[in-house]
């Protein structure tokens, strides 16, 4: 599983992007798509994406693992 964090920080960003025009490479927040891209690429169960300020995004995280983790022990319970 890839969990992107801190997605409330992509608004943070386009407002201080606005200001100077200029970041270093390690401040850009990646995009939703480059995330799964990602994802693919590692081969991970699934991307998601979470804030502190969305505790709905935190608990979707937590059911994915649980969800992945129960599906793991019944495939191997068999």
């Given at each position: 599983?890839?969990?992107?964090t801190n997605?409330?920080?992509?608004?943070?960003?386009?407002?201080?992007?606005?200001?100077?025009?200029?970041?270093?490479?390690?401040?850009?927040?990646?995009?939703?798509?480059?995330?799964?891209?990602?994802?693919?690429?590692i081969?991970?169960?699934?991307?998601?994406?979470?804030?502190?300020?969305?505790?709905?995004?935190?608990?979707?995280?937590?059911?994915?693992?649980?969800?992945?983790?129960?599906?793991?022990?019944?495939?191997?319970?068999?």
């Amino acid at each position: 599983l890839l969990v992107g964090t801190n997605t409330e920080k992509r608004l943070d960003f386009e407002k201080e992007k606005r200001k100077d025009g200029k970041k270093s490479i390690h401040d850009y927040p990646i995009s939703t798509e480059d995330g799964i891209q990602f994802a693919k690429e590692i081969k991970a169960i699934k991307y998601l994406e979470c804030s502190h300020l969305d505790l709905n995004s935190i608990e979707r995280v937590f059911d994915c693992i649980y969800e992945w983790g129960y599906n793991k022990y019944i495939k191997n319970k068999k």
